[in-house]
Every structure is written in C-alpha cells, then in structure tokens.
C-alpha cells in the first residue's frame, strides 16, 4: 500500500476513530487553528494545556467554539509541556504535541526518568511531503533531530521510520539511502554507511522494505536517470522513503521542495513511548493539521 497524497492519509487516520492529544502550549493561533481542523474533521479529541484564559480569548478570535475540549489550566511556561506528559503517562491522551513553547523545555519534560515517555529507541524525526506532480507522499529522514548520526544511529532511524510505515499499512517500503554519487568512497563516509546498510538489507535485516546505497537524489525518484547512468535498482526510481545522512541534507531537501516545488510538509517525532508532534513556528495550519494526522495514525503501535 502508497499514499497518493495527505487525503488518503486522513481517510485512514479517521477511520480508526478520534484520537486524544495533549497540547503543551496551546495558547498560539496557528497551533488551534490546526486543532480546529482536526477536530472539526473529526480526527482529535484535544486536551489543551496552557493559559485557559488567553487559549479561550484565541479561540474565539478564529471561531473555536472548544465544546468538548479539555482544557488544563496551566500559566507557567515551565510545567506546560509536563502537565501535557501527564495526560499521556495517565492515559488520557494517545499522544503529545508540542505548542507554543521552547523546544528543549518540552523535551527536557518528554525525556525526564521519572513518568517520561523516553523508550530504549533513538529519537528520530520522519516527514511527508506532498509535492505537486508527484504521485504519491515521499517520506524523509531524520532532517529534523539527529546532526550528523553514525552507522548505528542511521540504522536506528531507519527501524524508527520502518515501524512507522509498515504499522500504517505500507507492506513494503522502498528505501534509498541517500548520498551525492553511487560509489562507496572511503573518503566520503556517507557512501560507506549507505553500502553498509544496503548489505545489512539483503541480508534480510530490514523485512518488509528493500534497502539501496549510495544512490544520488536522480536515481532515487527517476529511473530514465538510473538508465542513463547505467545503474540496476530493484526500486527503480519509485523511492519511498529518503534516509539523509545528516541534519542539514535533511533540512535543505525539505525546504527545497516546500519553497521550489510548492509542497506541503508535515512531520512527526519517533522513538517514543507515543508519536510526538514537535510542529517548526514557520509551519502552516495545515502542515500542522497533517503532522497531527500522521501521530494519529500511529497510536497504537509505539
């Protein structure tokens, strides 16, 4: 199974049912317009967790009427996203969205050893892009979380995202593992974790997906560029899944396809006890309303 595009993704996201979220700072206009959206679509049930007073002066502002909606009164800046772990740890919410609030205070509160959502996993960042003309979501990691991740780490990443993917129903996921050119080259090491982690594949360590390495970005989504070149994919130019090899790969390809090609972005946290929505301020209502779309698909397989 593909994703065409963030529709398909909804359709099936909403046919498991609402899903509860706990938002840490959700007195922001953008963050409760993407909550108007999902809930109006009858994808969420939220639990909002911040200033009561300035979330309902927002709400109204754009037409918010929060029946139905939790709401946890909480004015302190540092105990928001804590008070929205608790919801979760006490299982009220099925997963965890990050609002107007600093990023590390979020995760400090995310990652804490007593009754934090921390897993034996590497935190990973997987986004989908929508990208007008092409034919289905293409997924890409980690541009948002690990900087310049080893062998190892990048193994990690890519069980992260495979267990996403396959948990929402992609029963074979076609993986390119990115780099600059299609030689293993000891002077550049990404060449070299991209053959590795191609081998590991047929030794049949990632099930469900096929694994190729090193393949630059032409290969990895055309394959009159594979033939030009003279290269032999079993993916063939129909990549699902990109794996960067670093943070700022990641970054410039994603912002590359939002701002040169029109694209739609959306993006999760993986590695936890729950997904995570951990939203950028320049995203859209919409990207974040999509972002919330991908958790709710995920909440039962973390």
Do not use: C, W
Not at 53 to 58: G, N, P, Q, S, V
Not at 132 to 148: E, H, M, Q, W, Y
Not at 241 to 248: A, D, K, N, R
């Amino acid at each position: 199974m593909r994703f065409t595009g963030f529709e398909s993704l909804l359709d099936k996201a909403k046919s498991l049912g609402r899903a509860r979220v706990a938002v840490a700072g959700a007195a922001d206009k953008e963050v409760l317009e993407a909550i108007k959206l999902a809930e109006n679509e009858g994808l969420i049930t939220p639990i909002l967790v911040g200033d009561v007073l300035e979330i309902k002066r927002l709400a109204l502002e754009i037409g918010f009427g929060l029946k139905g909606v939790d709401l946890i009164h909480e004015p302190s800046p540092e105990a928001v996203a804590h008070k929205a772990v608790d919801a979760v740890v006490d299982g009220q919410a099925h997963f965890l969205m990050k609002g107007q609030m600093n990023s590390s205070d979020f995760l400090r509160a995310v990652l804490r050893p007593d009754r934090g959502l921390r897993t034996v996993r590497l935190l990973s960042h997987l986004s989908a892009f929508e990208v007008p003309g092409f034919s289905r979501i293409l997924f890409v990691t980690d541009g948002g979380v690990n900087i310049a991740p080893n062998l190892v780490q990048k193994k990690e990443i890519l069980e992260n995202s495979l267990h996403y993917l396959k948990g929402i129903g992609m029963n074979l996921v076609k993986v390119v593992v990115l780099t600059a050119n299609e030689v293993a080259n000891p002077k550049m090491p990404a060449t070299m974790d991209a053959q590795a982690l191609s081998e590991m594949s047929q030794a049949g360590e990632f099930p469900g997906a096929i694994v190729e390495g090193p393949l630059a970005l032409d290969g990895a989504v055309s394959a009159a560029a594979l033939k030009h070149k003279g290269i032999s994919s079993q993916i063939n130019g129909e990549v699902d899944l990109l794996l960067v090899p670093s943070i700022e790969v990641g970054n410039v390809l994603g912002k590359s396809m939002i701002y040169f090609a029109g694209a739609t972005m959306a993006g999760i946290l993986l590695g936890a006890k729950v997904p995570i929505v951990l939203a950028s301020r320049n995203d859209t209502p919409r990207s974040k309303f999509m972002a919330l779309t991908m958790a709710a698909l995920n909440r039962e397989q973390s």
